[in-house]
């Protein structure tokens, strides 16, 4: 089987700086990425991971290490707009095969 | 980055009709396209992948009698929802793979409430 485990919730208040842990284990790996979902709306593509090591891009930086079948979301100076849902997703194999969802965190952020 | 256009954002039906969901992208050819249900606070689950000029693939446990995928050209897939029930009242979200490793692109997403 597959499965990807996060957190369920974290909290923070604004300014500060979250790491959203995801660990896997799934038949066939080509990536770990994450995505952004705001109550209503659809996910938006946050980062996308298909090597070991540190892609960062502005506040947003993902990380990944294959043989530890682990990643993580980093999030700096947070803000209250990016109280939202973030999934990790996983890619079982190449162009033409779905993403695979983690179950989800809520963040919240506060003043 | 690519755009997927979902239709419609939101529909309203009696139990027992048949409400179709179109997904397209509307600046590449998408040989594969996804179809996810997502329940409220739930994550996305995989209903179906369709490819195009062929019969979708359902997940376990996703009835194909009841949720008709076509994908009939490179830019446009439908689910259809037939004899709609109140338990089938979810979010369902199609995205379409541009052939890269990265990332899949995501329509806005169909809200689905039966009566």
């Known amino acids: 089987g597959q499965s990807l485990e996060q957190p369920s919730e974290v909290t923070a208040v604004e300014g500060a700086i979250v790491q959203i842990n995801c660990t896997y284990q799934?038949?066939?790996?080509?990536?770990l990425s994450w995505y952004q979902q705001h109550d209503g709306g659809a996910p938006t593509f946050l980062s996308y991971n298909g090597l070991d090591g540190l892609e960062e891009t502005g506040r947003f930086s993902s990380f990944l290490s294959r043989s530890d079948s682990y990643g993580y979301l980093l999030l700096q100076e947070l803000q209250m707009k990016d109280s939202a849902s973030y999934f990790c997703a996983v890619r079982g194999g190449k162009a033409g095969t779905a993403l695979i969802f983690g179950k989800g965190t809520t963040l919240s952020v506060s003043s | 980055g690519a755009v997927v256009s979902q239709h419609p954002s939101w529909v309203i039906c009696k139990s027992g009709t048949s409400v179709k969901i179109e997904c397209r992208s509307l600046?590449?050819?998408?040989?594969?396209m996804f179809w996810y249900r997502q329940f409220p606070k739930q994550s996305l689950m995989l209903m179906a992948t369709s490819n195009e000029g062929s019969k979708a693939t359902y997940e376990q446990g996703v009835e194909k009698d009841k949720f008709l995928i076509n994908h009939a050209s490179l830019t446009l897939s439908t689910l259809t929802v037939t004899s709609a029930h109140p338990e089938d009242s979810s979010f369902y979200i199609c995205?379409?793979?541009?052939?890269?490793?990265?990332?899949?692109?995501f329509g806005e997403g169909s809200r689905l409430t039966v009566l």
């Open positions: 995205s379409a793979d541009q052939g890269t490793a990265g990332e899949l692109f």
């Open positions: 600046d590449f050819q998408a040989t594969t």
């Open positions: 799934t038949s066939g790996f080509y990536g």
